[in-house]
């Protein structure tokens, strides 16, 4: 799929994965209604910020900064130590404006280098943020039998929207 496909598909299944945290009885939060999503392709090689749902105008510039800070922040935790960084979460800290919500989809380049692809959200609480955005990556492609990455990645944040939010998505995307 080409990046502008990839970018479409994106945009719709974001904003279906929006509506559907709105729902979720998990979501402490169901009056947010958007926020940034943030994609990193091919360890940034390709980056694409949009705009998702609807939000308070006055946040949008939160929402975009944050969403970026978080996936970056997750590629430098990467590059450092490939072997343990999955999600923003580990290095989260309130005090810095260091938020969860990125995750990193890890995979072998055509030439066997480990790379990577990150996707980021925010505008939502942080647990429906990581949610959307692992459910992104399920729907892109990202982490297609990876069961034990995603079990990973919400133990390190103990996110209970997940499993609503991957289990309504699997019936709601493809209609």
């Known amino acids: ?10 945009i719709k299944i974001a904003n279906k994965l929006v509506e ?10 169901p ?8 994609i990193g ?3 940034f090689s390709v980056k694409k910020v949009l705009d998702i749902g609807t939000y308070d105008n006055s946040k949008k510039e939160k929402y975009r900064i944050f969403s970026q800070e978080k996936a970056h922040r997750l590629y430098s935790d990467w590059l450092r130590n490939q072997l343990q960084t999955v ?6 800290n309130e005090k810095e404006n260091k938020y969860g919500g990125a995750v990193l989809f890890e995979y ?5 280098i480990m790379s990577c692809n990150i996707i980021s959200f925010s505008g939502l609480n942080e647990h429906c943020d990581e949610a959307l955005s692992l459910c992104m990556g399920y729907h892109l492609g990202f982490s297609r039998n990876r069961a034990g990455l995603t079990q990973r990645i919400i133990s390190i944040s103990n996110n209970m929207v997940f499993g609503e939010m991957f289990s309504t998505s699997l019936d709601l995307i493809h209609q």
């Open 1 to 10: 799929m080409n990046v502008e496909d990839m970018t479409k598909k994106a």
């Open 41 to 43: 392709l091919d360890e």
């Open 31 to 38: 009056e947010k209604k958007g926020g940034f999503l943030t």
């Open 20 to 29: 559907i945290s709105q729902q979720l009885p998990s979501n402490e939060n």
């Open 108 to 112: 072998p380049n055509q030439v066997g």
């Open 87 to 92: 999600s923003s979460w580990q290095t989260r």
